[in-house]
């Protein structure tokens, strides 16, 4: 076998393995969220891998994409079903918003009018959609997730927001899985007059102001966070 087709064969080999542990994270990812898999259970990776059907590496691959996304934590020894505590919610948070009022801050500087534009029509469709349809979840999680992504992005800062991504989608998934534990539907708590009031600010450039607005919805979302888990008491 020649160099170029050992190389192929090893590039091969590494596609088919992280295809095997895409599919076996999409599987136990889907089981942890449906409450299939509960909060503490501990994974073996031998027995998963054979339950599974596939090598022990991509197993491992797998767990480890979960532990980065939270769903599992592990202490160097096991893995283990995340078990999400206030103290958990509340250091998430603490991080997110330092970082988002920074990231609001800077977004101030760069936002383009187009930008702004994008965020209005946006508010524009979910107003227009609860006006004809009535409140409706995923019309108001898509417009908190395009307020987010307009800060993010508009910050000019990709380290920052990586990092914010990661941040918000541990906190959808807390949601999520609260949700499903307490076997209620998902729902969003904030209102599309409180993201045209952040648009008002967005249009006149008035950063405290934005600031204030954010800081104000991102401790809501703690505390909505805190009562997914029945931790709010």
């Known amino acids: 076998m020649g160099v170029s087709e050992s190389m192929l064969m090893n590039k091969l080999g590494q596609i088919e393995r992280l295809s095997l542990s895409s599919q076996a994270i999409t599987k136990l ?22 339950e599974l059907g ?8 797998a767990l480890s994409k979960l532990v980065s996304m939270g769903l599992i934590n592990y202490d160097g020894n096991s893995y283990i079903v995340a078990r999400y505590t206030a103290k958990d919610v509340r250091e998430l ?17 760069h936002l383009t009018e187009d930008q702004i534009s994008g965020f209005r029509r946006a508010c524009e469709r979910a107003a227009k959609s609860i006006r004809e349809s009535g409140e ?25 927001q990586t990092i914010l991504n ?10 999520k899985w609260g949700y499903v534990t307490k076997k ?32 104000r919805h991102l ?15």
Request: proline content about 2%.
């Open 184 to 215: 209620v539907e998902y729902t969003e708590s904030a209102k599309v007059e409180e993201y045209l009031e952040f648009l008002s600010c967005l249009e006149s450039r008035d950063t405290e102001k934005a600031a204030d607005l954010l800081e």
């Open 54 to 61: 596939i090598s022990r590496t991509p197993v491992r691959e």
């Open 136 to 160: 409706d979840t995923n019309v108001m999680i898509k417009l908190d997730s395009e307020l987010h992504q307009l800060i993010y992005r508009g910050s000019q800062n990709a380290r920052l």
């Open 219 to 233: 401790t809501a979302g703690e505390q909505f966070t805190l009562v997914c888990l029945g931790l709010d008491a």
């Open 93 to 109: 948070y603490a991080i997110r918003i330092v970082l988002e009022l920074f990231a609001i801050r800077e977004a101030m500087k």
């Open 29 to 50: 990812k889907a089981r942890i969220l449906s409450g299939q898999i509960p909060a503490g259970t501990q994974f073996i990776v031998e027995v998963l891998a054979k």
């Open 166 to 175: 990661d941040i918000q989608e541990k906190i959808l998934l807390i949601h």
